[in-house]
């Protein structure tokens, strides 16, 4: 099992505690950030976006997050068309923290609490069963690691089935 650690990127510290714990958990995880990142590196975050078993989409408070709100809907939209048994985990907080809000032009800012507050009421309204929404990132990790264990069971059981 691989986890996608996508969502908010630049200058986000949110990663930090998923890759400590996963990594003393010998979880597989794809990081998209990398301090030299090249326009060719998108082509590897596709492939984990459209492959990985779990993708995580936090937009954080940090910053206006309009490339990953543009991605969560469309990573939704992958798992349940390619593959019903993966899964997506979104956290989306409301506003922007008062450092975020200085950094950005105000039309940004409330562009980005508009498509916010538009995205959160459109994920509610769906009920698939491998689309989660979350309210913070202890949630989301919590998730990650029943997720992790459920995945365990399954190969656990998957030995006994027909060949």
Sequence with gaps: MTIGLFGSC???RWRDQFITIYEKMGINYFNPVKDDWQPEDAQNEAEHLANDEVILFPVTDESLGLGSLGEVGFSILQAIKLDSTRDVIV???????????????????IESIKMRALIKAHLKKLNYPNVYMVDTLDDMLSITLHLKEMNDMRK????????
């Design 10 to 12: 630049g200058n986000s």
């Design 91 to 109: 956290m989306i907080d409301d506003v922007l923290n008062d450092n975020s809000k200085i950094l950005y032009d105000e039309s940004l800012v």
């Design 156 to 163: 656990k059981i998957s030995k006994f089935t027909s060949k």
